[in-house]
């Protein structure tokens, strides 16, 4: 099992900032990506940005947050953040960090208990 702890959520106005981090702990595991996915009331889970393992460290991000948000990695310490500036209202969700993991020869999906970020106008 993997186990995937969130912090970082909370209230901020618009325009603000916040920063998510997400820290993935366990034994026999190495992990292919990591990334975020956002979910409001009524609507499915999307996904909000990913990183992958590797020495590219490719990413890839919802249009909606192209050059507001930022996601990052530290390999040694398995944890991933997302930097969120320039928020908007349309931001408000519930954020799940996600990791997609080589664990005894098969790639699981793990999910974090999700952080709620709520942006007011």
């Known amino acids: 099992q993997v186990q995937l702890v969130e912090s970082g959520g909370g209230l901020v106005q618009a325009g603000g900032s916040l920063r998510l981090s997400c820290a993935a702990s366990g034994s026999g595991f190495s992990i292919n990506a990591m990334g975020w996915y956002r979910q409001v009331p009524g609507k499915q889970r999307e996904l909000v940005a990913v990183i992958r393992s590797g020495g590219s460290r490719s990413t890839n991000y919802a249009d909606s947050v192209k050059g507001r948000f930022t996601i990052s990695r530290d390999n040694a310490k398995n944890t991933v953040s997302l930097q969120m500036n320039s928020l908007k209202s349309e931001d408000t969700a519930v954020y799940y960090c996600?990791?997609?993991?080589?664990?005894?020869?098969?790639?699981?999906?793990?999910w974090g208990q999700g952080t709620q970020v709520t942006v007011s106008s």
């Open positions: 996600n990791a997609n993991v080589a664990q005894w020869g098969t790639n699981f999906n793990y």
